[in-house]
């Protein structure tokens, strides 16, 4: 555990691995995510900003997960338009 702790704690952990280890358990119950990065003994501070960016993370993963839905309506409904702006969003990583 404490090579996870560091890894939080340096930022070197990646959301793939937040949610695997914190997020699929916890789902969007922030406050027991925070509880188990303070068992773990890392700074107020620091989880204060992981949980931010993990808030972020899953906002933009949402718009990702949207963007590809509108582009597969687009192309099933085949509308026209400049879905330029949507199609650079649904290639987000």
């Known amino acids: ?20 280890n914190l997020g699929h358990q916890f789902k969007d119950d922030y406050n027991r995510i925070c509880m188990e990065m303070k068992m773990l003994k890392v700074e107020d501070g620091v989880i204060a900003t992981r949980i931010k960016q ?15 839905t509108m582009l597969e309506f ?8 400049d879905f330029g702006a949507v199609e650079k969003v649904a290639l987000v990583r």
């Open 1 to 20: 555990m404490d090579a996870f702790k560091e890894k939080i704690e340096n930022g070197e952990l990646t959301f793939e691995e937040i949610e695997t």
């Open 54 to 68: 993990l808030e972020k993370q899953r906002k933009l993963a949402d718009c990702v997960r949207g963007a590809k």
């Open 74 to 81: 687009k192309d099933v409904y085949k509308l026209t338009g």
